[in-house]
């Protein structure tokens, strides 16, 4: 039998799962089992369990379905569980480093404690100061081990079910489970608090706790504010039954009802039924209310009459919750013209448009990536929507025929980003732009990310600087409503770097869709208009953009490649779009690629692909073609970008640190050879997942169409997707 069982519901944190199972499995205390909780064994967070089980026999993965709550997957835990001693760690929590050997010590002194209550630390999700709420409750209590009613005080309602441990036959013999509720936490302190017999505590920290950008779900407003007083009374009642001693009956109804008034005195949180809410509360009040019990002094006193006697109105007084307060529903933005502002404001106040669509890239770079995909989806299976593309003044030009634009700052720009329902974007909008209520925001992203990416790149001066204010980076965030993903890589990867409530559509990206359906007349096409010659090998050679210079830098003498890889060899050249001035140029069997404004055709046309560590990687993979990662200042990308694994243990093809390495790759055909597939392959399986050719139907189908998830066509498999034909094969063929 383990010492301890710990048990890690996982709903919802998928991208921070494996930090708390790392601090787990990092103990230095290490009898132990540990059980993370998942929704089902498909989804992302099963999937990080499912790894950390194949590399240490102490874990253990179990599934409770989401609709049973943060109380069902804790009770299915618990009867997975085996360890003397259970130990409950939210999935977007940690250990401290030796929580376990501490707490394995002091239940060596107080042995035979049904619950060990500890101290934990409040970690504030981005800046301030950390708290440890626990440390007064605890301060003061005996030594050792002792009976509940030499601390009356304890009585477990102020403390989450993850700031204490539990004995687990103490637990079953007195058949304590999670409560069904929301509130679930108050329910169980309160219930274990009356059981336990024997107590003791540790006055240190245990866990990290990890504030939410969001904030506690349970603040939300809504219906469930209603369970609180289900969980109150539920304990309240329990306490009658079992005859609690008056002097233990009076700080528990105390700290039940601090928690109650705390909610009656927030009217926002339950927009309706507010009123039922006091009434039934203060029901509660007068029916179990303890002999001897004293109103506390100053306003929450004055609460706790006006909630006894049931004077409602004089209640809402209180809090000013009775005045009048008018707040204007959309802000108007700061722009810089005083006439554009206004009539800005103006169409704000217009009704929404449900059949305009606005498109952006690349912060109006042209008609591209993944929302041009989309658009052109769009047009085909939802034509009733109008849509609008953004861009540049100096890149209408380039804008397919057909397809309506408005230029970025002029009138049209803002009257259809005011009026439009649907905004589809790969990076953001302006700063000034205002999320209004029933529009939708589609944040389809334009890569999987290798590097560090919104706020996880706070801890890199260099980018960090260049980033600007990261305040403002999630104010954009919280406009999101769909964030788009191509891997279970991505979807974690997202919930870190872009904290928000925004849903995660794992449909993969629109843009990668052409390379399952293109053809070899595609494949030959884009091949002709880019000039490569016929029979040549045409390599894509596509370096990524480096915080640390102040320009583009090739990183690789071409031509000299060219002539030491094979006389066949061709360079198509696409620097990163941060360089990209609009102006083609080639020289010799060098093809600078990088004014074409579709990626996906420069990759169709390419054989191989070389790069360091740009996410082309990722979508050029689906093309089932040899990567080559020329990784010569790998040590320097990791110290100054971050990165989220280390691409030197995962590449997808061989990994070369010099130009001499590379062109013998090519000229030696190591880059194509047995080994290579296999890297490619196993990169494949992870980072191809949902890149099926099918995304821009799902994205129209679920967002512009309405359509139910249910509804959305599934992922084909990746062994039953035809990628389109490299050119090579059209030769020999």
């Not at 609690?244 to 109804?253: I, N, S």
């Amino acid at each position: 039998m383990p010492r301890f069982s710990i048990i890690v519901p996982s709903h919802g944190v998928a991208g921070r799962l494996s930090q708390a199972l790392d601090s787990v499995l990092a103990q230095s205390f290490g009898d132990l089992e540990l059980i993370p909780v998942c929704d089902a064994p498909d989804t992302p967070a099963a999937e990080v369990a499912a790894g950390y089980a194949e590399r240490d026999s102490r874990v253990t993965p179990v599934d409770s379905p989401p609709s049973a709550g943060l109380s069902g997957a804790r009770n299915a835990g618990m009867r997975a569980a085996t360890g003397a001693y259970l130990l409950f760690l939210d999935g977007d929590d940690v250990l401290v480093p030796g929580a376990l050997a501490a707490l394995d010590a002091r239940l060596t002194e107080v042995a035979g404690a049904d619950v060990l209550y500890f101290e934990h630390e409040r970690t504030p999700w981005w800046e301030g100061e950390p708290t440890n709420p626990a440390a007064p409750l605890l301060a003061g209590t005996p030594k050792g081990a002792f009976s509940p009613d030499r601390a009356p005080g304890l009585t477990g309602v102020p403390f989450p079910a993850w700031s204490a441990l539990y004995r687990r036959a103490f637990l079953g013999e007195r058949r304590l489970v999670f409560p069904d509720s929301h509130f679930t936490d108050i329910g169980w302190g309160g219930l274990v608090g009356m059981a336990a017999e024997r107590i003791a505590v540790l006055r240190s920290v245990v866990v990290r706790h990890r504030l939410r950008r969001q904030g506690s779900r349970l603040n939300l407003p809504g219906a469930h504010q209603h369970e609180l007083l289900d969980q109150v009374e539920l304990v309240l009642t329990r306490a009658a039954e079992s005859g609690l001693p008056a002097e233990r009956a009076r700080p528990l109804f105390e700290q039940l009802f601090t928690i109650v008034l705390k909610t009656a005195s927030r009217p926002e949180r339950l927009p309706s039924g507010h009123r039922r809410f006091f009434r039934r509360a203060g029901r509660l009040h007068r029916r179990h209310r303890p002999a001897g019990f004293r109103m506390p002094g100053g306003r929450l006193g004055v609460q706790h009459r006006l909630l006894a006697t049931g004077a409602y109105t004089a209640f809402r007084a209180l809090r000013g919750a009775n005045q009048v307060a008018v707040r204007l529903a959309e802000v108007t933005p700061r722009l810089g013209a005083l006439r554009t502002r206004l009539r800005y404001a103006v169409d704000l106040r217009r009704p929404l448009d449900d059949r305009l669509a606005v498109y952006c890239a690349y912060w109006g770079r042209g008609y591209a990536c993944n929302p041009a995909a989309i658009h052109a989806k769009a047009r085909e299976l939802a034509p009733h929507i109008r849509s609008v593309f953004l861009v540049e003044a100096g890149q209408a030009h380039a804008m397919p025929k057909g397809v309506d634009y408005a230029v970025i700052g002029s009138r049209r720009y803002w009257q259809v980003l005011a009026r439009a329902k649907y905004l589809v974007n790969n990076a953001n909008f302006a700063e000034d732009v205002v999320k209004r209520r029933g529009s939708v925001h589609v944040q389809t992203q334009h890569g999987t990310p290798l590097k560090k990416m919104g706020v996880d790149q706070s801890t890199y001066p260099v980018v960090a600087a260049q980033t600007g204010s990261f305040t403002k980076l999630l104010n954009r965030v919280d406009r999101w409503d769909f964030n788009l993903s191509a891997n279970r890589h991505s979807t974690q990867m997202w919930e870190r770097a872009f904290p928000g409530s925004y849903e995660a559509l794992e449909y993969g990206y629109p843009r990668n869709d052409v390379y399952c359906t293109a053809g070899a007349e595609d494949v030959l096409r884009v091949r002709r208009e880019l000039g490569v010659p016929e029979g040549s090998t045409a390599v894509l050679y596509a370096p990524t953009h480096r915080d640390h210079h102040t320009g583009f830098e090739a990183g690789l003498d071409l031509a000299a490649f060219c002539e030491a890889a094979g006389e066949n060899v061709v360079v198509l050249l696409r620097a990163h779009y941060f360089y990209d001035r609009g102006l083609a140029a080639s020289g010799g069997r060098i093809i600078d690629v990088t004014a074409h404004r579709s990626a996906e055709d420069v990759c169709l046309a390419a054989d191989a692909l070389v790069t360091d560590y740009s996410s082309i990687m990722f979508d050029y993979a689906n093309l089932d073609r040899p990567i080559v990662v020329y990784a010569d200042d790998w040590e320097v990308y990791q110290e100054t970008r971050g990165v989220y694994f280390d691409l030197m243990a995962e590449p997808p093809g061989p990994v070369v640190r010099t130009a001499e390495e590379l062109a013998r790759v090519f000229r030696d055909g190591s880059y194509a050879n047995a080994e290579s597939k296999e890297r490619r392959a196993a990169f494949r399986r992870r980072f191809c997942q949902f890149d099926d050719g099918r995304a821009a139907e799902r994205v129209v189908r679920r967002v512009l169409l309405g359509e139910p998830p249910e509804a959305i066509p599934p992922v084909i498999p990746l062994a039953e997707r035809i990628p389109a034909p490299a050119a090579a094969t059209l030769v020999r063929s």
